[in-house]
């Protein structure tokens, strides 16, 4: 019977998932078509799990593991392996009984695994485990020579092929060795003796013959070496002092520009003698002159005094012929074509590394039994390759059989993503902040990329910059924001990050894709732009009152001044003060009037009707997004390739984005927070009744203003006062 027969799928997030808990899961996982794999590819750096595990499955080494990879690798597990428990308990030990000897590769693993249990002293009927042959590994790894056929020092049993190869590394540099350390191969010790001989032959150009006391090359014979080494060191300042020679000949005026100038003069501490010492060397051997010689008996630079007088005795006398007091440009020309072949025979050196070791040993390496010897060891690196081979053929065998079904369920089904008791393989670790703990972060190594497919997630995603303790290793991390409200939340928000393993890291919000994280907040919006709505209005009536009661003010005050100039002390005051509380009237009985003109009914219906066109689109579109959420989005952005819709449910939001209890017990903590919905009711009471009391309040006086006749003995003044302030 087909096994595809017996597939069963569980339904995560408005899509089926294949049910892996078996090595016969996995078979049937191969046997199904990828398309009904949630995943079909994915990068390794995104993916928590055993490395070496990883970089096996990546046969092809682009660091992405796809459907087919997985795939090979399942049936290379379950084809070595005569029994599949292991795998279906996700065993770190091996069995030596389970391996399918009749399988090449299951032949192999059986004989490695028996070395290596003899080699730690077991039983042949023992298991063994992952740790156990990592040690082995790494023992054979950091033997003195390596599969690769790289040799140390400690591999050679005399002590002179040992020296010879650690001079090799010292001078030429060396291979890296499993063990950490630097060794040779076939490729540098052959680089080191074409080196060798290069050197020699040179050295030999440079040698005296028998009967001759010099020749081109050494044309002071054994003295050339340390005469020429002098003119070396003089050389650039010799030079520097006849140019400026020169250039003073030409015109006088350049002299002033040589040499330090009147400003850098100014910024040097001259008591500290290492700047004095510095300023010595940097400038002219002597002061320059239009005549153009160096006179040796004139002042000298004393950085150079020594020198120049080693050069005047030990190279000019032996060249010239005599130790004269000066020298002209002509004269030094002749010195340095004097030394011209020896001057590219140095120049023409090869490998002067090589030239610390000396030319007597560098002879001694040249002869065979050197080349000879470390050659053998190199041919030893095949056996070392044989065993190697095999112990980690075992090691792969053993991780398959620990991580196959882990990730089976993290690629082919996600039943760890749904989960609350489980972490995904591509989870990195949990996000402390804003008095939240958000447990679903996924890494992101190139946000702009994530970013322009996370927007099509419909979730509120923070883009976190994670800095680990004790290293400059930062990377990123997308949390989707998924229960509650937006709160404090924003860029530059820092907090607190725990990575799998638990270790605590600096986390800083630096973007943020904005959208519903609830159905709350979404309903609670109208009502938070209703209230800047209001209180803009308020501010509007009252910004007109204050420039009212500003006007009459001013005009009131100008008639009283204009009318008593000789007013003035404290009946000018007192006047004062009555005009501006007459003033403060008015613009309250404005403030009034503006809101008694709408009738109690009127206001209590816009505000419902505004809430309600606000609400209503507001929260449909929020329904919409939030029925919409698309988990896949995140992981797309991270680089995984999913076929699923992975829908967010309820559940998952309040596991991902979780607000704490307090403890249990605990006192003066209340279990819900009504304080911001009994504002938002409390302030619209306020306004529905203050409108109503305005509204009774002017009609009453109305109905008073009717009823009353007019006093006609009332002053002029007063009736003219009336007309300035209405309403008073």
Known sequence: MNSTEHMNFRHYGRSYHLKINTSKDLQRAVELDEAHWVA?????????????????LDTDKNGRIRCQELKNAIRWILKV????????????TLRLKEINLADPDGQQIHDAALKILKKLGRRETEQISLDEVRRIRQQVESMPVSEAGIILPEAAEKSEIATFIADVVATIGGIGHPSGVQGINQAKLDEFLSKAKAFLLWHEQGKIPDGQIKTDIMPLGNGTSAAYAVLVELQDKIDQYFAQCKALALEERLGQRMGITEAELQELDLDDPAVIEEVLKQGSLAKPKASGELNFEDQINPAYAKTLERFRHEVIGQVLGESENKMTPEQWQQIKNFFGAHQKWV???????LEGLGVQKLQGYLDERFNKAVRELIAKSTETAFVLDNIRLTEQLLLYQRYMIELANNFVSFPHLYDPDSRAVFEMGSLVMDGRRFNLTVKAVNRAEHSKIAKASNMYVLYVEIVPKD??????VAVPVTWGTKGNLCVGKRGVFYDIGGNEADAKVVQIIENPISLGEALLNPFQRLGKMLTGKIESITAQADKKFDSQAATVMNRTTTATPAAGGTGGMLLGGGLAIAALGSALAYITKTLADTSWLAI???????????MIPISLVAFIKLRKRNLSAILEGSGWAINARMRLTRKQGKGFTDRPSYPKGSKGVHPMRWGLLAAVVAVLAVLLAGGYLA???????DQQSVTKPVDKQTSPSETGQNKELPGI
């Not at 120049?347 to 590394?353: I, L």
């Not at 209590?604 to 606000?614: K, Y």
């Not at 509204?695 to 006086?701: D, P």
């Open 347 to 353: 120049q023409a050196k090869p490998s002067p590394e």
């Open 604 to 614: 209590l219906v816009g505000v419902l009707v505004a809430v309600l066109l606000v």
């Open 81 to 92: 392996l005569s029994d599949h428990s292991g795998i279906t308990e996700a065993r770190g």
């Open 471 to 476: 290293t400059d290793q930062k990377y990123e």
């Open 695 to 701: 509204k009774w309040c002017l009609s009453k006086r």
């Open 40 to 56: 079909v590819s994915s990068p390794i750096s995104t993916v928590n799990c055993d490395g070496e595990f990883l970089s096996l």
